[in-house]
């Protein structure tokens, strides 16, 4: 977990924080995390312009009695590693923008964001923040528990799928789990029928396919001695067969992804399977970045 040494944790101002404060608490005994950035966005106009040109003191005692309240959650919900410094910040403006220039001057390694359920705001601000945030994203929902037994990581067998591995790897090996079920969808081409073969003697040439392509993925994946367990889905979408294992096997407390497919090179945006569990998703994800990804974009939206 030596990646997470900088963790911003984006708070709303209200008890359902603390589901994304314990998660953050768990994370920093994990990593042994060197800072943790308590993060609220308030809206630009909160406060009248003129009013704030006449009266600052309004303003300047607004900021303080958010941040009391930041600090009064972190209270009550936090319990982390003893040597993490803890930060409680406001801003005002958009919220992704916000957080954005935060993960650059601060150099953060993980995001953490709360995800409501049934709010498809919150849905959009999320797949924007994974679109463009330079480092991953992890996306707890509200409820959620703030500790896991059991990893899923989706793979296609790709340089992204690569990343999330290691990336589970690393929670694996921090909390003490002996292994780490990867799942990879597959599906029956459309022009199956040409080959003389029926749907289902296809869906095994597929399924054979895959599993060679496992062995290949993983032979070069340093498991730490953690048993990698393969799991192979026939599905017409991917994000539906992930769901479908999610559902039949509900102790699966981590989805890690990588944030693009084989089909896309690194980059700012997500792949699709990824972008709809996010707005869906019922468990903790994290969207797996390489740290700096899309930097370059980043700087040109923060001057615009």
């Known amino acids: 977990m030596y990646r997470y040494k900088r963790i911003l944790v984006c708070v709303s101002l209200n008890k359902q924080d603390g589901t994304s404060i314990r998660y953050a608490s768990m ?3 994990l990593a042994k995390s060197e800072r943790i950035t308590f993060l609220h966005v308030a809206g630009n106009l909160e406060i009248d312009e003129e009013l704030c040109k006449i009266y600052p003191e309004l303003e300047a ?6 941040a009391q309240e930041i600090e009064k959650l972190v209270k009550n919900y936090y319990d982390g590693y003893p040597g993490t410094r803890l930060d409680c910040i406001t801003a005002k403006g958009s919220p ?7 993960v650059k001057d601060d150099d953060i390694d993980l995001v953490v964001m709360r995800k409501k359920k049934g709010d498809k705001t919150s849905g959009n601000l999320s797949t924007k923040l994974a679109r463009k945030s330079p480092c991953s994203v992890l996306f707890v929902p509200e409820g959620a528990g703030s500790w896991y037994t ?3 990581v989706p793979v296609d067998f ?6 999330a591995m290691e990336v589970a790897v690393a929670f694996a090996w921090a ?11 597959f599906q029956v081409p459309i022009g199956y029928y040409k080959t003389g073969k029926s749907y289902e003697q296809f869906a095994e040439i597929m399924k054979g396919h895959a599993e060679k392509k496992f062995q290949e993925f993983i032979k070069d994946i340093d498991l730490k001695d ?3 367990v393969p799991k192979f889905r026939l599905a017409g979408k991917g994000y539906r067969g992930i769901w479908e294992v999610i559902l039949e096997e ?15 090179g690194a980059g700012v945006l997500l792949g699709s399977v990824t972008e709809h569990l996010i707005t869906t998703t019922a468990v903790p994800l994290i969207a797996v970045k390489k740290k700096g990804t899309g930097m370059g974009l980043l700087d040109a939206l923060l001057e615009m």
């Not at 509900?250 to 896309?264: F, T, W």
């Open 150 to 152: 059991n990893i899923l």
């Open 61 to 66: 005692s607004c900021d303080s009695s958010t």
């Open 226 to 228: 953690i048993r990698a």
């Open 175 to 185: 909390g003490n789990i002996k292994e780490i079920h990867c799942l990879n969808i």
């Open 27 to 29: 994370l920093s005994r």
């Open 96 to 102: 992704l923008v916000e957080i954005l220039r935060r």
């Open 250 to 264: 509900e102790e699966v407390q981590l989805l890690i992804m990588g944030a693009r497919g084989r089909k896309h």
């Open 158 to 163: 790709s340089e992204n799928s690569r990343d």
